[in-house]
């Protein structure tokens, strides 16, 4: 990273000359994440609570570093960025971020500045007659070494379509249901009255002005269901209730057909992914995680290796999820059972996945193989001679270690 570092720098000091950090980096960034929580976005339950799934699940990704060979760099300066990404943000902070603003919006823009990464919003994207990106931020271009456009590929290969584009019109009819029915019910059931007179309003009429603006006083402070109020009303008066025209069956058809499209415009199936939560979670976490996750993970991957590291390099960010973290403890016991009964894991590597401290001898560190897992033919390839007839003292063992 040594000459991208440089470049970076120079070009990162050019634009900081011109107060581009305070300016840029001040409105665009540091207060641009109101956008993305717009209440106005995550105001339907069933939205939130996918995005909240989906992010979760990626925020508890670890990162590492790889060579070309594979090998896990440890202890990489990169990891130290994401681990502390900036100073407004923790690390699942800034994941959570990038993963809603990127469902939502359909895209989103890491911003690496050579020590911190930011989120940045207002991004003007546009390719030239070469095929090569430009970026602006409230008209002053960013250099192409410091920013990445990840984007939910639709039809265009310059915009990311997200839910607010493609479920807008039903994200809108959603909310508007929602928000129907709350406000029925946080005003007591929208209950109403007319107030019918026989005798023409007068304006002019004091009296009849009086008595109108009491009778209407006395009706609108009833503000609770239990409320009772006795109102005197004199000839050519009389008040009826007014029935709400809120059909609550009806918007709740509504809602139960049109909230369940709206996973769909994030990559899920809300039937299916809620049938198996009431059934088995570890597979409502696990359909989660392969319809909707890793695929988000993999692009993450790609676009912050060549942030973090250019075009050239040999060097990528891999994220790794432990998928038995999906799963139940019992579940976890036999896994680590059967792990060490086939030679896969030794009871040091079975004892660190349920959550216990290594043994660290030599025994808790060898594989061990079961007597009824080898065939015939290789019984005595796969054991010591203690095994092949037992033991002098008469006593048979059930599985050695090799």
Known sequence: MGLRNRISNFLFKQVEKRGWLD?????????GGSYVNDENVLQSSDVYELTQDISNQILLAQWTVEDANGNEIKNHQVLNVLNKPNSYLTRSEFLKLMTNTYLLEGEVF?????????????????????????FKINGTDIPQVMIRHIKNMGTSHLKGVGLKQLG?????GVMNAEKVLTDKYKKGGLLA???KLDAHINPQNAAQTKLINAILDQLESIDESRTVKLIPLGKGYSIDAMKAPVDDEKILAFLNVYKKDLGKYLGINVETYQALMKLDIEKAMMYLHNKAVR????LFEEHLTLLFFGQNS???LKSKINILDFVTYSTKTNIAYNLVRTMIATPDDSRDMLGFKKLNTDESSKLYISKDLVSGEDLGKATDDSLKGGDDDGKEKGSENI
């Open 168 to 172: 807008r019109n039903t994200l809108e």
């Open 314 to 316: 040999n060097l990528r």
């Open 110 to 134: 890491p911003v690496f500045d050579g020590k911190e990464i930011h989120l940045a919003t207002n991004v003007y994207a546009e390719l030239d007659d070469r095929l090569i990106e430009h």
């Open 193 to 195: 009255f007319l107030l």
């Open 23 to 31: 300016d840029i980096l001040g409105s665009s960034i540091r207060y």
């Open 295 to 298: 695929p988000i993970l993999q």
